[in-house]
T-cell receptor
């Protein structure tokens, strides 16, 4: 089945630790995105990548980092510099360059205490 | 820059009643418009999209939306809702060149028996 997988579904970390969220897709899409979702605030774009080895900051990139070494994978690292990391994180992909419909993964809920 | 405003944060409605979820956007360029649905603790899935052509767009699960360029609106409608339509609905806009989307804050639709 084609789609996007995110793992794990739930993630718990202590404050001060970096944590990496996985996102893999087998849709052969060039573009991939990371969003953060908080209650009542919709989706906010963290980073996006339209091609391998290239990515751009979104609206709330501070405290996050990404890499895009393979077309299929776009991991997100939440660093200790992110002041309020507890949130629901969603990965998505689309056909490159057009921002047409996006296909979303099931999300990872990160809790930092 | 583009923005999306979903005019109602919560919409309660009785089963089999009609519903309209309102979305206004602003953009200085041509846009693509989308409605997504999110069930609890899941990713988003596409309900429908407007790219060009007919301003009345039909989607999955009996939903439809009308693109109104003069009013910069893209309201979502369903003539008769079911309990299973209870979810959060997001309106999104992409401009034709940016390669990314902007999402509204979401509307929680609650269908009551």
């Amino acid at each position: 089945d084609g789609g996007i997988t995110q793992s794990p579904k739930y993630l718990f970390r202590k404050e001060g630790q970096n944590v990496t969220l996985s996102c893999e897709q087998n849709l052969n899409h060039d573009a991939m995105y990371w969003y953060r979702q908080d209650p009542g605030q919709g989706l906010r774009l963290i980073y996006y990548s339209q091609i391998v080895n290239d990515f751009q900051k979104g609206d709330i990139a501070e405290g996050y980092s990404v890499s895009r070494e393979k077309k299929e994978s776009f991991p997100l690292t939440v660093t200790s510099a992110q002041k309020n990391p507890t949130a629901f994180y969603l990965c998505a992909s689309s056909i490159a360059g057009t921002a047409l419909e996006q296909y979303f993964g099931p999300g990872t809920r990160l809790t930092v205490t | 820059a583009q923005s999306v405003t979903q005019l109602d944060s919560q919409v309660p409605v009785f089963e089999e009643a009609p519903v309209e979820l309102r979305c206004n956007y602003s953009s200085s360029v041509s846009v693509y418009l989308f409605w997504y649905v999110q069930y609890p603790n899941q990713g988003l899935q596409l309900l429908l999209k407007y790219l060009s052509g007919s301003t009345l767009v039909k989607g999955i699960n009996g939903f439809e939306a009308e693109f109104n360029k003069s009013q910069t609106s893209f309201h979502l409608r369903k003539p008769s809702v079911h309990i299973s339509d209870t979810a959060e609905y997001f309106c999104a806009v992409s401009d034709t060149g940016a390669g990314k989307s902007t999402f509204g804050d979401g509307t929680t639709l609650t269908v009551k028996p």
